[in-house]
């Protein structure tokens, strides 16, 4: 029995060393890669960091056309968008944004420049000014708000204006991206803008003055370039107009969104 004992333990040991040996057969068999051609010169930290691109915080931007379209509906065609730019850093970014449409021969666009802060994660504060010209008189608004994602992957934008003679207006938009297969992607989307006064050179009433809830759905071929058709219902309030349309409409939209 002594002897049973023995040999087992004498086993187990020589199964123990045996990795480690091959092991250190393969650290004697390793063979180190050959030196650079061409060695790295002298520099300072800072330049070592850009040629390795090892910087914890680098300059980013990005281009993105949301939404590019033909709308169709209640007899009347028009060609709407939404785009957007940024560069910067993970916590601070200049940020551009277009949003328009032409429609029977007019065209009423805005335009949005804001300093974007990071303030907590997947929030940030917006503030700068807006623009807004075409079918009626410019006008100039400043401009401070939040966007960001809510619980449950919706994406939040909220923004307050301030204007000259009083103005004051609100913007509300939400919308959700459902993943139906990897590359078929269903989004609903909403917005309503309401406004201190009313501006009828613009089109505009007090109170909820519109409102859009629209619904795309998108194929991405790549997810920088995705064709897509949706149709969007659009209402104004009050003595409002947009683009010769007062009171509710339907469209029917086709349309492209790329980014780079």
Not at 73 to 81: L, M, Y
Not at 130 to 152: E, K
Not at 202 to 209: C, F, H, I, N
């Amino acid at each position: 029995m002594p002897g049973r004992v023995l040999a087992m333990a004498w086993g187990m040991m020589f199964s123990l060393q045996a990795p480690a040996q091959q092991d250190d057969a393969d650290l004697d068999a390793h063979v180190p890669p050959p030196p650079p051609a061409r060695p790295m010169p002298p520099m300072s930290d800072q330049e070592m960091g850009r040629v390795m691109d090892m910087h914890d915080d680098p300059l980013l931007g990005m281009v993105k056309l949301d939404q590019f379209e033909l709308a169709q509906g209640d007899g009347a065609s028009a060609t709407d968008w939404e785009a957007e730019a940024w560069i910067g850093h993970d916590f601070d970014k200049f940020w551009l944004r277009s949003e328009g449409e032409r429609a029977s021969g007019t065209t009423d666009t805005r335009i949005e420049a804001f300093w974007d802060h990071a303030f907590a994660s997947y929030w940030d504060w917006q503030l700068g000014a807006r623009h807004d010209f075409g079918s009626g008189p410019n006008r100039d608004w400043a401009a401070f708000g939040v966007q960001g994602i809510a619980p449950y992957w919706f994406e939040i934008e909220a923004m307050a204006y301030v204007g000259d003679a009083g103005r004051a207006a609100l913007r509300l938009r939400a919308e959700y991206e459902l993943l139906l297969t990897q590359r078929l992607i269903l989004q609903p989307e909403f917005e309503a803008n309401l406004y201190g006064k009313r501006d009828p050179a613009r089109g505009v009433a007090d109170g909820l003055s519109d409102a859009d809830l629209g619904l795309r759905l998108r194929y991405e071929i790549r997810r920088e370039l995705a064709p897509y058709i949706g149709v969007v219902w659009k209402r104004r309030f009050g003595d409002s107009d947009f683009a010769g349309h007062p009171g509710g409409m339907t469209q029917f939209v086709a349309g492209l969104r790329i980014w780079f």
